[in-house]
């Protein structure tokens, strides 16, 4: 076979595995929008072996001596090429998927979506004992796969690396460290208020402006949806095909939610078409993934020059709740360092203590320091040394995300990190782009939207995430600007 036919047949079964583990991102997104709940059983089965399937097609011993034939073919190419960078990625993959044999992939998938159909009755009875069967095998099956894997520096570096390649358990601990140095003063001095009730709005309302919000930022009826859910995510099938989720409900979290989520949706969107159906089109890591939705949610959805745009519109759209409420006033309570219960609604400060506080007690129960059983208790105090706050049952305390639940141990800090990316790339667009703020008045965000495609989605996983943050904000991880941006903001 010529170089060319084995890189085409490579191609070809790289786009099959990719097909199925796009199905299987229908079949959740599907379970979180749409299945009835009785469901849940089959579909855990589904799952399982969609998630068996594509992986004994991944580790087959012919895609490995493809990627063999194809060494030498790669050493001669550019290394930012289409073909040097799938051959790359592509044997990074096999490398680490070969380590796992496809059972106990189905058992993870399995016992993920069973998990889901627990979390949601537990959370509905406020009762984490309905959970802890489920998390105790979870937890099992993370022991096993991380046995899989060579010894790292800490156990949990092997689940941090699937959510962001290359970071270990250490440099993460590193960036929160000096988060909680120069950040818990600022929570500190906020203390925790009695707060306000917050405004009752219709939910038709909320889903006309969200939708009137997101048609300005780029949202199309033809490539885009946006449904309800419990627990809000974004799930794609392909860059035309993007699907949003938000949860209706009091106060504005419903439209920072959907914002949020677009901005997890128009990076896949805006990856280079041509990447389609092979690994490298995607995000490249949850870190940056997370760097796009905090941007548009807060770096662009929180600022005076967005609200300067879309307050009078929202106050056109529900005159009884904002009429009276002046824009400075309307600003000021989006923008409120306020510590709460609940990681999806909390400021931009408090945020990351929820996270922190996760991303330990995960350490802690990998390593066996922690068991479950011991969970809510645990993740009551950590709340309470973080944020003063003690969560009152566990539906508002351990049981408020699903990603225990799903088996997505190692997820959490890439929320953190995701923030900490954030600041640093828009820093480099706002340097390329002086007059954003003016646009954003007007309400015109295709010229920032367009700079994020060209710095950073166009390359989905061509690169390292390191890489890739290197290209987009020509610095590597550095939380100096993000704890700046935050003192500038909340320390004045």
């Known amino acids: 076979m010529s170089v060319n036919g084995t890189f085409e047949a490579l191609r070809g079964r790289l786009a099959e595995i990719t097909d199925l583990q796009r199905t299987g991102g229908l079949l959740f997104w599907d379970q979180r929008t749409k299945m009835p709940p009785a469901g849940a059983e089959a579909r855990a089965e589904t799952l399982a072996t ?39 990625v592509a044997r990074r993959d096999y490398e680490k998927a070969t ?61 941090l690396d699937d959510y962001e390649q290359g970071m270990k358990t250490a440099e993460v601990r590193a960036v929160f460290d000096q988060l909680k140095r120069e950040l818990l003063p600022l929570v500190r001095e906020a203390g925790v208020p009695d707060p306000a009730p917050p405004i009752e709005l219709p939910r038709a309302g909320q889903e006309r402006f969200a939708r009137a919000v997101l048609e300005q930022l780029g949202f199309d009826d033809e490539s885009w949806r946006l449904d309800e859910t419990a627990h809000p995510f974004m799930s794609t099938a392909g860059h035309m095909d993007i699907r949003l989720t938000t949860r209706w409900e009091s106060g504005m979290n419903w439209l920072f939610g959907a914002v949020h989520e677009f901005g997890h949706g128009v990076y896949e969107h805006d ?155 828009f820093e480099r667009a706002q340097a390329e782009l002086p007059e954003l703020d003016a646009q954003f008045e007007q309400g015109e965000f295709s010229q920032l939207r367009a700079w994020f495609r060209d710095n950073l989605y166009v390359h989905g996983r061509k690169f390292t995430p390191q890489e890739t943050l290197e290209k987009a904000s020509g610095a590597r991880l550095d939380a100096g600007p993000y704890v700046r941006y935050l003192k500038s903001k909340y320390a004045g």
């Not at 627990?118 to 998390?135: C, G, V």
């Open 271 to 425: 990856i280079d078409p041509s990447l389609a159906r092979t690994p490298l089109g995607t995000g490249v890591s949850l870190g940056l993934h997370e760097s796009q939705s905090r941007t548009w949610e807060n770096l662009v959805g929180r600022s005076r020059a967005f609200w300067r745009f879309f307050y009078p519109k929202l106050q056109k759209a529900f005159p009884e709740e904002f009429a009276a409420l002046g824009e400075d006033d309307f600003y000021a309570s989006v923008n409120r360092l306020e510590p709460s219960l609940i990681r999806v609604d909390a400021d931009e400060v408090t945020y990351n203590f929820h996270i922190i506080a996760r991303f330990e007690l995960e350490q802690e129960l990998i390593d066996g320091r922690l068991e479950v059983a011991d969970m809510p208790a645990a993740f009551n105090e950590r709340l309470e040394e973080y944020l003063g706050i003690t969560p009152p049952n566990d539906a508002l305390g351990v049981l408020q995300d699903m990603h225990w639940a799903a088996g997505s141990m190692g997820y959490f800090p890439t929320y953190s990190l995701g923030n900490v990316m954030s600041v640093q790339i």
């Open 50 to 88: 969609i998630g068996r399937i594509a992986h004994e097609k991944f580790v087959d011993a012919e895609l490995g001596r493809l990627l063999d034939e194809l060494r030498p073919y790669e050493e001669d190419l550019e290394p930012e090429t289409f073909e040097a960078s799938l051959i790359r």
């Open 99 to 159: 380590r796992v044999p496809p059972e106990l992939t189905a058992d993870i998938r399995r016992a993920g979506a069973m998990g889901l159909k627990a979390w949601q009755k537990a959370r509905a009875e406020k009762d984490f004992s309905q959970l802890r069967p489920a998390l105790e095998r979870n937890l099992e099956l993370k022991h096993r796969y991380v046995e899989c894997f060579p010894p790292g520096e800490e156990t949990y570096d092997t689940l």
